[in-house]
């Protein structure tokens, strides 16, 4: 990068050429894993804590949204093998505590990251959160989604809930 080039703008355009090889990325997951949990330690500690309990002491900081990481999550969500990915117990979690950051550009990447774990009580209503994540139709979903019975069996609603909670 020359001296008018920032390091975010760099940062940016770096990650988006790494979210355009998943197939490489995926194949050197640890480093890649790494990468994304120094970033979230370094930035975002009240996020990493809940992923890995060994930094309690640690002072949290508040979640600061930055377009690299939108990049990072995107190279993240473009992965096809999940559960061979290193730390994949620990992604998942991490993931998953995104979905709680109010800032709706996270969410949505967050729960594109965590549909590639396939997760049988939020699979079947992919389509519904993803309406229910997009402005212009959240209004309308909310009025025509439920939780009763005849549109999430109740083997699924624990899980739907608990996603729904952290979303909103």
Known sequence: ???????????????????????????????????????????????????????????????KYSPNFESILDLFSNFQSPKKLYHSDGLYKLFDKLLSVPQLEVQKKAFHCILLWKPQGIMPYKDTIERLLTPSTFKEELARFTLSTEDVPKYHRKEIALLLAKLF
Request: hydrophobic share 40%; with cysteine; aromatic share 12%.
């Open 1 to 63: 990068a020359d001296a008018s080039t920032d390091l975010q703008t760099y940062g940016s355009c770096l990650w988006k050429i790494v979210a355009g090889v998943p197939d490489l990325m995926e194949s050197h997951s640890k480093e890649i894993v790494q990468i994304l949990l120094s970033i979230v330690y370094f930035r975002y500690i009240n996020i990493y804590r809940s992923v890995h309990p060994l930094f309690e002491e640690i002072t949290p900081r508040r979640f």
